[in-house]
């Protein structure tokens, strides 16, 4: 019964760490896509150059902004896994610990 409590509670940290994780990459890949495609905007279209539309090169550079941000959306989420097991696991710990669970060494 006690080590299926601390079980049942790391399970649920690393759940939710995960989808922490999963957010925040998420988001961090949109601000990135965002980010590129303002500052290409403003040095393509902007008062200095005031260049015209240009199908071929200006579509290519926009999916190239769009693969930037898939490739930081698939680099982000796997970093954090192992961050998300150590910090569940650890508070696993903290809490079998405030409890007095007894723990035997394998």
């Not at 990459?25 to 902007?46: C, K, P, Q, S, Y």
């Amino acid at each position: 019964m006690l080590v299926s409590l601390s079980v049942c509670l790391s399970a649920a940290a690393v759940r939710w760490l995960s989808i922490i994780d999963v957010h925040s990459g998420t988001a961090i890949a949109i601000i990135t896509v965002i980010t590129l495609i303002i500052r290409w905007a403003i040095e393509e279209f902007g008062p200095p150059a005031n260049n015209s539309w240009d199908n071929g090169k200006h579509w290519k550079d926009l999916v190239n902004f769009l693969i930037i941000g898939v490739t930081v959306l698939v680099v982000a989420v796997p970093e954090g896994l192992p961050l998300a097991v150590t910090l569940a696991l650890a508070y696993s710990v903290m809490v079998s610990h405030r409890h007095q669970f007894v723990h035997s060494y394998l």
